[in-house]
Nanobody
Framework: QVQLVESGGGLVQPGGSLRLSCAAS????????MGWFRQAPGKERELVAT????????NYADSVKGRFTISRGNTRNTVYLEMNSLKHEDTAVYYC?????????????WGQGTQVTVSA
């Protein structure tokens, strides 16, 4: 069993900041990459940012470049998303995703999601 637990969502005013955290636990033997996705009401889930575990290569959606920063924790089982200069259109449920090694093999795991609301 693998669990991804997200935290850090909430209500913030436009221009504000939030920091999301995601920790992977359970039968995790190694992590290839972790990332954040988001889904707004009536829209499809979209990539926000990803980071590889070994090299730390990052990838961002154009809509968040320069405002969001993804990073790994020291244990590499944790990933963070620092969100600055938040806009109304950033409002969504944010999901953590991990590409990892477990039993019976390589698999993709998702967190339960955390709500981010940007509103005055």
């Amino acid at each position: 069993q693998v669990q991804l637990v997200e935290s850090g969502g909430g209500l913030v005013q436009p221009g504000g900041s939030l920091r999301l955290s995601c920790a992977a636990s359970g039968r995790v033997f190694g992590i290839y990459a972790m990332g954040w996705f988001r889904q707004a009401p009536g829209k499809e889930r979209e990539l926000v940012a990803t980071i590889t575990s070994v090299v730390g290569s990052t990838n961002y959606a154009d809509s968040v470049k320069g405002r969001f920063t993804i990073s790994r924790g020291n244990t590499r089982n944790t990933v963070y998303l620092e969100m600055n200069s938040l806009k109304h259109e950033d409002t969504a449920v944010y999901y953590c995703k991990a590409d990892l090694s477990s039993i019976p093999g390589r698999l993709v795991s998702w967190g339960q999601g955390t709500q981010v609301t940007v509103s005055a």
